[in-house]
Nanobody, 125 residues
């Protein structure tokens, strides 16, 4: 059974930093996708960053490029999202996702199979 567990959310002032962690278990090998999404109240869930281990390919949403950095610890099956220069508009529930194969574009939630419970990030001005 695949499990995805996020941690590391919190409250920070604008310009600050946070690091989110996502631990995945139950995936039989390292060739799978992991990614981060976020959902603000009243808005749709949107892709933040995605990673495919096999070719070490990383994609970012335009809104976070240059501020957020994705990294992965293969030994721990853990994905990290380092978030710098945070803005109030980054406030959202952040979700980690995993998939053996994406069924569509990485930034679409429907492309992913497994989801964590989410961790709240709040950025105050």
């Amino acid at each position: 059974q695949v499990q995805v567990v996020e941690s590391g959310g919190g409250s920070v002032q604008a310009g600050g930093s946070l690091r989110l962690s996502c631990a995945a278990s139950g995936l039989s090998n390292s060739n799978y996708f992991m990614g981060w999404f976020r959902q603000a109240p009243g808005k749709e869930r949107e892709g933040v960053a995605g990673h495919y281990t096999r070719i070490s390919s990383i994609s970012y949403a335009d809104s976070v490029k240059g501020r957020f950095t994705l990294s992965r610890d293969y030994a721990k099956n853990t994905l990290y999202l380092q978030m710098n220069s945070l803005k109030p508009e980054d406030t959202a529930m952040y979700y980690c996702a995993a998939a053996r194969v994406l069924s569509g574009v990485w930034s679409r939630p429907t492309s992913w199979n497994y989801w964590g419970q989410g961790t709240q990030v709040t950025v105050s001005s």
